[in-house]
């Protein structure tokens, strides 16, 4: 038996206690915590290991904005003790090569069907399971179904005429081939600057023959200044675990950074702002906007950090012209800044040009490159760096259904703002829990510690259903409409809501705008989903096993 036929093969079982879409950092984890607890757990995925998204992106210069260190589980201190990550930041490869020897760790694979996409998750009232179909047919059926599907996992290719009519090869930074992609010498064409256009650029430049990136909105980068890592410092670190973890559970983002300086930008003068903020670009990583404590709430205060990014690209880049297109406009942060490295030292090279589709829009893919209301651009590869139908993009891809036959499609239909509970459970969808869904700080946080909170909130409420005889919980209705009007109040305080970015889904034709994502901060959500469990799961329905239920 060869090692991939191994990992596919399918369990002869149908039946579960909890069934788990997704084998990424949230399946992984969920998996093991509900597998530790004694539930009958699988969880099916359709690529064919682990890995979710990081198994996907593999576009050249992948790797992660947050640093390593933070960037992994904290559930195990043996786990964390035992991996040793080898710079600031880690690159995909390796954060794969983790995935895997978690995999590895704790034998998650036997529990995980691999190259099965589920089609559909239906809720069956009469019986109180949850109905699954996979794509090639196969009837699964669970008491508890849980999602852990990414936010950043549904690739949107915008829908330009003439795509199929391209004749050279075209790839999406989000599905990358496994094999090296090879631009040497070619004419290369780069479609979008967030952080997938950001981190691939200057990999591309350097072998591209000519490369040209089709820019609509600049981004706001600050240097990563990745470095390896000294042994020292990783000794420290693993000394530290505990009050790492700590740090990042109890923090506003989920990472180690603080804010620093806890009063308005404007307090300082100019010079002094100056400094300060020099002081964080000189460090890397994130941090500009947690300087001061009004950068994203206040508009003046914002376009105090926003335009010494914009002196620094005008340092940077030498063509004034091009330096001028790389400066953004909108709100510092309203839209995801991102870390670079020599991103705007790469349009200094002769052999890229920076094309403005902001001011010429792309009419067609003809097929021989792009063409845009100004001009045809001749490419013989083109990468489609457009990012992704997030938060409910990936859920929308399972036909999901609640009661009465509702589809989530369908009860978020109405937009401004989606409405579950705590970003974990919907009203109408009984026993479906949502791994880092919309509504919960997600996106907006270090990611693996919004995962670990919602997996650990989710694996002691199944726990505490299990000994109290409860067989269904729901989200109430007026929980979820009073959850969802915080969210929005505490985002409409915010610069976030001000700018179109994927954070409101304006960046996909028809996706009804609402901020998909609770930016009331990672440790002070953290202590409500708390007091929500304390209180006996406060804004849920619980009912307890009844005689009328018939498990088939
Ligand atoms: O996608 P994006 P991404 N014509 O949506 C442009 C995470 N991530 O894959 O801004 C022309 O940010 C679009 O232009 P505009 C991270 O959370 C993390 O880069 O809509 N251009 C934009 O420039 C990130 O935020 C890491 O005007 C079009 C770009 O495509 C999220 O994933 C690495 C267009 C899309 O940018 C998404 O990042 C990678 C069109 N029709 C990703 N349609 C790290 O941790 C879209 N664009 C480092």
């Given at each position: 038996m060869t090692f991939t036929q191994h990992k596919s093969q399918k369990n002869a079982n149908t039946d579960f206690d909890a069934v788990i879409i997704g084998a990424g950092f949230s399946g992984l984890y969920m998996l093991y915590r509900l597998r530790e607890a004694g539930f009958s757990v699988q969880a099916y995925d359709a690529a064919p290991d682990v890995g979710g998204v990081w198994y996907a992106?593999?576009?050249?210069?992948?790797?992660?904005d947050s640093e390593s260190i933070i960037y992994n589980?904290?559930?195990?201190e043996e786990l964390y003790q035992e991996w040793t990550w080898s710079s600031r930041y880690p690159e995909q490869a390796e954060i794969l090569s983790y995935l895997n020897y978690v995999a590895d760790k704790f034998d998650l694979r036997r529990d995980i069907q691999f190259n099965t996409r589920m089609r559909a998750a239906h809720y069956d009232e009469v019986n109180n399971r949850w109905?699954?179909?996979?794509?090639?047919?196969t009837h699964i059926t669970a008491t508890y179904f849980i999602t852990g599907v990414g936010n950043l996992s549904s690739s949107n290719i915008p829908k330009f005429k003439g795509l199929d009519s391209f004749e050279g090869d075209w790839y999406h930074t989000g599905h990358w081939p496994h094999?090296?992609?090879?631009?040497?010498?070619?004419?290369?064409?780069v479609i979008g600057t967030g952080s997938s256009g950001i981190q691939s650029i200057p990999v591309i430049a350097e072998e591209a023959g000519h490369l040209f990136v089709f820019q609509r909105t600049p981004g706001y980068c600050t240097p990563a200044r990745n470095h390896a890592y000294?042994?020292?410092f990783i000794r420290q670190t693993k000394a530290n675990y505990s009050e790492i973890k700590r740090q990042t559970r109890e923090s506003a983002t989920g990472y180690l950074h603080k804010l620093i300086h806890d009063r308005s930008a404007l307090a300082d003068?100019?010079?002094?702002?100056?400094?300060e903020y020099q002081k964080?670009?000189?460090?890397g990583g994130f941090g500009l906007g947690t300087?001061?404590?009004d950068l994203i709430i206040n508009p003046t205060a914002n376009e105090t950090v926003a335009e010494f990014i914009r002196s620094k690209i005008g340092e940077t880049v030498k063509d004034p012209k091009t330096a001028e297109l790389l400066k953004p406009t909108y709100y510092f942060a309203a839209k995801r800044p991102v870390l670079d490295t020599n991103y705007y030292e790469t349009y200094n090279r002769d052999n890229v040009t920076l094309v403005d589709v902001k001011s010429a829009p792309i009419t067609e893919i003809t097929p021989k490159g792009i063409k845009t209301t100004e001009e045809e651009y001749a490419l013989d590869i083109l990468v489609f760096a457009t990012g992704y139908d997030a938060m409910t993009g990936p859920l929308f891809k399972i036909d999901i259904r609640g009661k009465d036959g509702i589809s989530l499609k369908e009860k978020w239909a109405g937009g401004p703002q989606t409405r579950t509970y705590l970003g974990i459970a919907n009203a109408g969808f009984p026993n479906m829990f949502m791994i880092t869904g919309p509504e919960s700080p997600s996106s907006l946080s270090n990611v693996p510690v919004s995962i670990e909170q919602h997996v650990e909130w989710i694996g002691d409420c199944l726990e505490y259903l299990r000994e109290h005889g409860i067989t269904t919980i729901e989200a109430k209705a007026e929980a979820e409409e009073a959850w969802s009007a915080h969210c929005r109040e505490v985002a409409d305080a915010t610069l976030y809501t001000k700018t179109d970015s994927w954070y409101t889904g304006a960046n996909i034709e028809g996706k009804p705008r609402g901020f998909l994502i609770y930016v009331g901060g990672v440790g002070a959500y953290r202590k409500i989903c708390d007091e929500v469990a304390a209180k006996g799961y406060e804004g849920f329905s619980l009912t307890p096993t009844s005689a009328k239920e018939t498990i088939s």
């Open positions: 992106n593999r576009y050249p210069g992948a790797k992660c589980y904290m559930f195990s109905r699954l179909q996979t794509e090639d047919g094999e090296k992609v090879d631009f040497k010498g070619k004419r290369v064409g000294d042994p020292e003068s100019p010079e002094e702002r100056q400094r964080v670009w000189d460090r300087t001061y404590n």
